[in-house]
C-alpha cells in the first residue's frame, strides 16, 4: 500500500469551513497549505504568532457571566475565534528586548508563556486540531514515543536516555564500541561566523568528552542499525503514505539522510497494511491525528522504529517523491475529521503548483511581521556555557 485507507462511511464536508493556521514568518508550509485551502475555496487565517508581544495585543477577558478572547496585530484582527479547525503549526512568541531591562526578561518570559497557553486552550472550542497543544508537548518527547511504538509492537533500536557516564561506557561496550548521539530536540549552535546543525553522529568510548560534561546533559545513545534504506512515513488522519529514503546511495547521508538533500533520491513506496495500522495506533495513543515517521529497514527487510515528528516536514517528500501530500493535508484541515473524503478522481492541489504564490507571499508579509525566535545556541554566553557548548557542537559534528 503507497497511501489510502479502507472505505468507511463519513460525513461530507462542513459547509463553508474556517480554519486557523498558527504559524511564524516565512514558514513555507503554512503558506503553501493556505493558498491549497484558498484554491479548494475554504478560508484559511494564517495567525503569525511571532508579533505576539511586540506588535500585537491579545486578550483574555472574564466579565459579566460571559468571557472574551481577542486577538489583533498586523493584518489581522481576531474577536471571534469560532473556526472549525486549528493547525498547530509553529507558535511562538518573540520578546521585546528594546523595551526589557536584561533582569526583567526572564520574568516577562515566564508570564508571556504561561498567558500564551491559557489562550490557546481557550480559543476554538470545539474546533478539530491538528495536532492538540497538550498532546503535541507530550508527543515530541522521545522516551515517551519510544514507550508507545514498543506497545503497539512496532520494533525499536536498544536506547539510551541518560547523564550518567557508566551507563553510557557499558552501553557502548554491550554494542560493539560503536552507537550513535542524539540530541533531545535539533538544537543548533552559533557564533558571530559559523553555524553547525545537530545531526547524528557516531560514538565510541575514546569520543566520549569529559565524564562532568556527560553528567551535565542528558542525551540520546542508541545502537546503530544496519540500514538498506530508510523509510519516510506520513500519515494524515486515516491516510497513510510510504516513501523509500535511498540514504545509503548517497555520500553524506548515511548516517542521517537530512545531511544529504543535494543528493538524495525518495520515491514512493508500498508499506504492509500491518505497519499502517501500528503508525495509526501510535498517533492515537498519543493523541494525535498527523505525524511524519521515519523507520530504518534493515538489510534483512525489518522495519525500526526511530521517531514520529508531530509537527514534521512533509513538502520535500512531495517533492521528491511527487506523493500529493499537500493536497492530502489540506483535506485533512478542510473537513475537519481524521476520516476525510479523499477520493482519487477528485481534482488535488500539487505543491509545484502552489510555489510561486508561497514566494510572493513570503517576499511581501517579510515587511510586515516579527522575525521568528532564533532557536539556536549563541556561543558568547559565558566561559562555562561556551564550553559546554562546544563539546555538545563537537559530538553532534562527530
Known amino acids: 500500500m503507497i497511501y489510502g485507507y479502507p472505505a468507511i462511511n463519513v460525513c461530507p464536508m462542513k459547509k463553508d469551513p474556517n480554519v486557523l493556521i498558527l504559524t511564524e514568518l516565512g514558514d513555507t508550509h503554512a503558506y503553501a497549505v493556505a493558498e491549497a485551502l484558498d484554491r479548494k475555496g475554504v478560508r484559511a487565517t494564517l495567525w503569525h ?7 500585537a495585543e491579545e486578550t ?3 466579565e459579566g457571566g460571559q468571557r472574551r478572547v481577542a486577538v489583533r496585530g498586523p493584518l489581522m484582527e481576531l474577536s471571534d475565534l469560532g473556526f472549525d479547525t486549528v493547525w498547530y503549526r509553529r507558535p511562538c512568541y518573540v520578546l521585546n528586548d528594546r523595551c526589557l ?11 508571556c508563556g504561561i498567558f500564551r497557553r491559557s489562550l490557546f486552550n481557550l480559543i476554538a472550542p470545539g474546533a478539530f486540531w491538528v495536532n492538540d497543544p497538550d498532546a503535541a508537548t507530550r508527543a515530541g518527547r522521545k522516551p515517551v514515543q519510544q514507550s508507545v511504538a514498543m506497545d503497539v509492537g512496532l520494533a525499536t533500536p536498544a536506547t539510551l536516555f541518560t547523564n550518567d557516564p557508566r551507563e553510557i561506557r557499558e552501553f557502548i561496550s554491550r554494542h560493539g564500541g560503536r552507537i550513535v548521539y542524539k540530541t533531545f530536540r535539533a538544537v543548533s549552535w552559533r557564533d558571530e561566523k559559523t553555524y553547525w546543525a545537530p545531526y547524528t553522529a557516531c560514538l565510541t568510548e575514546d569520543s566520549l568528552v569529559s565524564e562532568p560534561l556527560l553528567r551535565a546533559v542528558p542525551g540520546i545513545y542508541q545502537e546503530l542499525v544496519p ?5 519516510r512515513i506520513t500519515v494524515i488522519g486515516h491516510h497513510v503514505f510510504g516513501a523509500k529514503v535511498l540514504s545509503q546511495q548517497t ?9 544529504s538533500y543535494h543528493e538524495l533520491q525518495i520515491e514512493p513506496c508500498d508499506i504492509p497494511e500491518s505497519l499502517a495500522d501500528r503508525c495509526r495506533e501510535v498517533l492515537a495513543r498519543l493523541g494525535l491525528v498527523f505525524g511524519c515517521f521515519d523507520f530504518v529497514v534493515t538489510p534483512e527487510g525489518d522495519f525500526v522504529f526511530l521517531e514520529v515528528n508531530e509537527s514534521g516536514q512533509f513538502l520535500f ?11 492530502a493535508f489540506a483535506e485533512l484541515l478542510a473537513q475537519g475529521r481524521p476520516d476525510f473524503v479523499w477520493p482519487a478522481n477528485r481534482p ?15 517576499a511581501w508579509r517579510t515587511k510586515t511581521h516579527v522575525q521568528p525566535p532564533d532557536r539556536s545556541v549563541w556561543e558568547g554566553a559565558g566561559a562555562a556555557g561556551a564550553d559546554l557548548s562546544r563539546n555538545r557542537r563537537r559530538v553532534a559534528r562527530a
Do not use: C
Request: no cysteine.
Open 317 to 327: 517528500v512531495e517533492s521528491y517523491s511527487g506523493l500529493p501530500l499537500l493536497d
Open 251 to 259: 555520500e553524506s547521508g548515511r548516517l542521517d539522510w537530512r545531511r
Open 348 to 362: 488535488r492541489v500539487p505543491y509545484t503548483e502552489v510555489q510561486d504564490a508561497v514566494q510572493r507571499a513570503l
Open 49 to 55: 504568532t511571532a508579533d505576539f508581544p511586540t506588535v
Open 227 to 231: 540500514k538498506d534504506h530508510e523509510l
Open 101 to 111: 531591562h536584561p533582569a526583567d526578561r526572564e520574568f516577562a518570559d515566564i508570564e
Open 60 to 62: 483574555i477577558l472574564f
